[in-house]
């Protein structure tokens, strides 16, 4: 998770691009941006945004946004970039749903069959 | 027996005197009755109510530094405009002239609220009530909108101190007179785009200017709208305003006079005030842009926004601004012009490589 500067304009855009370089450098990169502190943001702010979200999904990961500031909300529903962002209210949300897209490893032990009611049963049955 | 009618602008109400107005000061740089909202201010509307009454004189009192006094506010018959500093005083004195000129009757009127009560039953109403001033009231409340009797308030002996005591009893008193018919009050800019959507609903006897080219849509003389740009009745575009092409104009929405919407931008349920450019491929959905500013009415937050390639004031505004801002909206920095129009050429063309080759007429395995 990162929190993203009040000023997110092309110099502070800078800084937090620097930072936000080793996470997006990793595999599956899967990132949360917590927009609660935004107050200004230009197109070049957003244009970084949306170059980091490229970055990641190359290396088949994702950012989300959370928490988002009602101006910061505003720019990106003014400029069209709402849809392109998952968003969610709170930072714990858009971390959960990270973890809900991973599949629970299934053992392969099991058969393919419900366990529950399997050739022995069919059997007993008649 | 004369009548005459005291509008105010630039004098907020009590009930406005709160953060609302605070919005109101950051969006926009003179008072709301100042704006144009389809095509007339309020100020001009609530004038030419009186001036329709057959008002023998109007008095336009303008606070000073509140708003630059319009040519059109000079334009009606028998109005005269005074840049003032004490409101109250300045009421008081022009109730002093008109007592002198035998004008026994005043309408004394805030800008900041349109009505469309009968006036002069407003005016009977008072002279049968027999009291000194009369307020007129609403289902919301108390309007800044009395009748004075000049005469029984010995408006000649009067003092500034005494004409805000009349006002403020003729609240208190027992007769007021109740309006029935459409009151809106400007307290807030989203009372901007309220008022437009209600005369676009056809809620109030406002029509817009301009030819109904389509059954609700309105454009205003001069503007330009583009034959791709797709515009949803009811709306309406104002003077000289320009509608690019693609663009989406809907829900109500109505956009000022000396305004350009670019390139692929959605107006949904927006009022784009005077003097306005929205840049390309943008978004403008229940809200109210003037200049460089947006009033997320959803959101309930004002947004200034720097880049002028997005949003930024048109006409004598911006031929002022620095070179600099000017060049950098003409290349813009996210959603350029030319940026969209080389992508929409690159994506016609065929790319080298990518074509499906050719099916060989081979033999059928089945049939051999």
Redesign the interface.
Known sequence: MMEVPENF?HSEGRTFLAELQPLLQSDRPRIVLDCSQVQ?M???G??MLLNCMGEAMKRDGDIKLANLS??S???L????VDRLFEVFNTVEEATRSFQAVTLPDVPQSLPWYSPGFGPDDLKSAS | MGLGAIVVIGVEDEASCSTASQEASALLSQPLACFDVLGRSVAGRVIERFVRADVDVVSLLVLDGSCIVKPRFVGFKNVDVQIVSDVYAAICEKLKDYSRDGIEHAFVASANAYQETDLLDLFYFHRESRQAATRSVDCQGPLNLWVVDCSKADCSKARPSDCQNLLAQAQTSSASYFIREYVKRLMHPRDLRQFASDVLRGCCSVRPPGQEIKRGIWIDEGAEVHRRARIVAPAYIGRASNIMEDTLITRFSNIEKDCCVDYGTVVENSSILQNTHIGICLDVCHAVASGNMLLSLGRNVVVEISDPSILRANGAAWKSAPAKDRKRANNGTLFSRRKLKQQAVSELQPVAGSAPEPCGLEPNPIQG
Do not use: G, K, N, Q
């Open positions: 304009d200004h230009d197109s070049a957003i244009e009602p101006v909300a505003a720019i529903e003014l400029m069209r």
